[in-house]
C-alpha cells in the first residue's frame, strides 16, 4: 500500500546493509512517519510489547524477523529457544505470534548454528511474503461481498462499519478486515467505511483512518458506541473486523468492544464477518471465552490520551480522575453464533469447525 504515493510493507529488510529490520512506529501515527531500525533482540522485543507494531499477522512477522536478528548474536540451540520463548511472551492473545516462531523453529532446529542466520532470514522472509498474498486473497474473497451488497442497492454507497486496526498496518500489506476494502474500491465500487475510534489506544482513529484516507477511501470516525445506532436506521450494510485468534469452532478474539459490536450487528440483522488468515486459526482450542488468554494492559492506556493540541504540538492529558481505578482487558470474544462467517485466503466459511474444515480438510487428520 502507499504512504503519498511511496509504496510500503509493514516490516522489511534495511536496502543498505541488508540484515537490520525497518518497521513503522505505529505509536507515532498519524502525527508523524517514522521509520525504526531494528537491530537485536531486545528492540523486536520492544516494537511488539510496545505495540510499535500491533496487529497479529504482523506480530508474527516481526518475531520472525526478531529471532533472525538474535541468531547473528548467538546461534546455539540454547539461545535460540531461550531467544524464540521471550519474543513469544511478549502479546500473549494474538496467536500469529507462536505460529511464526514454531515454525521458524521447526526450520531452524533442522540447520546447523553455522547456516541458520541465513536460513533464518529465508524463513522469516517467506512468512512476510506468505502474509502479503494471504491477505490480498482475503481481499478478493471479501470484496464479493461487497460486490453483492452493491449490486441490491443500485445508484446508492455500500457503508461497512470496521473495529480497531485491521489494514495493512496490522499485516505486511493489505490488511485482513480492510483488503476486501481495497479491492472494491479498485473496482470502483462506491463504498464508505465507519470507523470506530477503538478506545483506549485509538487504533481506529488513528492508524484506519490515516490509511484509509492515505489511499483515498472515503471514510467517517466514529465513536465506539455509535455503531449500534447507525445499525438501527440503516446506516450499516455490513461489518468487516481482523482477529487476533480464531478457535477452531469460530469464536473470535479481536481488540476489546468487537463483541458488542456483533450484539449489535446481530440484533439489527447486519452481516458481521471476519477477516481471518489461517495463521490466525488455533486449532487447539475450541471455547475461545474459555481458553483464550486476554492481554491485560497498562491502565494508563485507559487514563490518558495522546493527540495534536490547537497549538500544534503533541500532548497527553489525563481524562480520568486522579484516584479512580482503571481496567484495561485489550480483547474480547465474539462467540461464533454471532459470526456471520470467516474470510480467509481460501474462500469464506461459515464459523463452524465443519466450515473452517471445509476450506482446510488436512486439519481432520490433525
Given amino acids: ?22 518497521i513503522l512506529d505505529q505509536t507515532k501515527l498519524p502525527w508523524s512517519v517514522d521509520i525504526l531500525r531494528l537491530t537485536n ?4 522485543a520492544h516494537a511488539i510489547r510496545s505495540m510499535q507494531v500491533r496487529g497479529a499477522p504482523l506480530i508474527g512477522a516481526v518475531a520472525a524477523y526478531g529471532l533472525a536478528l538474535a541468531l547473528r548474536a548467538d546461534a546455539s540451540n540454547e539461545a535460540m529457544e531461550r531467544d524464540a520463548q521471550l519474543l513469544n511472551e511478549t502479546r500473549p492473545t494474538a496467536v500469529n505470534l507462536r505460529w511464526a516462531l514454531d515454525r521458524m523453529l521447526a526450520r531452524l532446529r533442522r540447520v546447523s548454528a553455522h547456516e541458520r542466520v541465513a536460513a533464518a532470514y529465508h524463513e522469516a522472509a517467506l512468512i512476510a511474503d506468505e502474509d502479503v498474498a494471504q491477505c490480498e486473497s482475503i481481499g478478493t474473497h471479501g470484496a464479493v461481498l461487497i460486490a453483492e451488497i452493491a449490486a441490491h442497492k443500485p445508484g446508492r454507497r455500500v ?10 498496518l496490522a499485516t505486511v500489506d493489505w490488511g485482513t478486515a480492510l ?4 479491492k472494491a474500491f479498485e473496482q470502483k465500487i462506491d463504498l464508505h467505511v465507519w470507523v470506530d475510534e477503538t478506545r483506549p489506544r485509538n487504533q481506529g482513529a488513528f492508524l484506519t483512518a490515516f490509511e484509509l484516507g492515505k489511499h483515498g477511501v472515503p471514510h467517517t470516525v466514529i465513536a465506539d458506541n455509535a455503531g449500534g445506532h447507525l445499525m438501527q436506521h440503516g446506516e450499516v450494510d455490513i461489518v468487516i473486523v481482523g482477529t487476533d485468534r480464531v478457535t477452531r469452532s469460530g469464536d473470535v478474539a479481536n481488540k476489546i468492544g468487537t463483541y458488542l459490536k456483533a450484539l449489535a450487528a446481530s440484533d439489527n440483522n447486519v452481516p458481521f464477518w471476519v477477516g481471518c488468515p489461517s495463521s490466525t486459526i488455533d486449532w487447539n482450542v475450541a471455547d475461545g471465552v474459555r481458553e483464550i488468554p486476554i492481554e491485560e494492559r497498562s491502565g494508563s492506556e485507559v487514563a490518558t490520551i495522546t493527540g495534536r493540541a490547537l497549538d500544534g504540538t503533541l500532548a497527553t492529558v489525563r481524562v480520568v480522575p486522579s484516584g479512580s481505578h482503571t481496567a484495561n482487558p485489550a480483547f474480547d470474544v465474539t462467540p461464533a453464533r454471532l459470526v456471520t462467517g470467516l474470510i480467509t485466503e481460501r474462500g469464506i466459511c461459515a464459523a463452524t469447525e465443519a466450515g473452517l474444515l471445509s476450506l482446510f480438510p488436512e486439519r481432520r487428520a490433525a
Fill in 179 to 182: 483488503a476486501p476494502v481495497y
Fill in 159 to 168: 457503508n461497512i462499519l470496521t473495529h480497531c486496526n485491521a489494514g495493512w
Fill in 41 to 44: 533482540l531486545t528492540e523486536a
Fill in 1 to 22: 500500500m502507499k504512504i503519498d504515493g511511496t509504496p510500503y510493507r509493514s516490516v522489511w529488510v534495511d536496502e543498505q546493509d541488508g540484515w537490520a529490520v525497518r
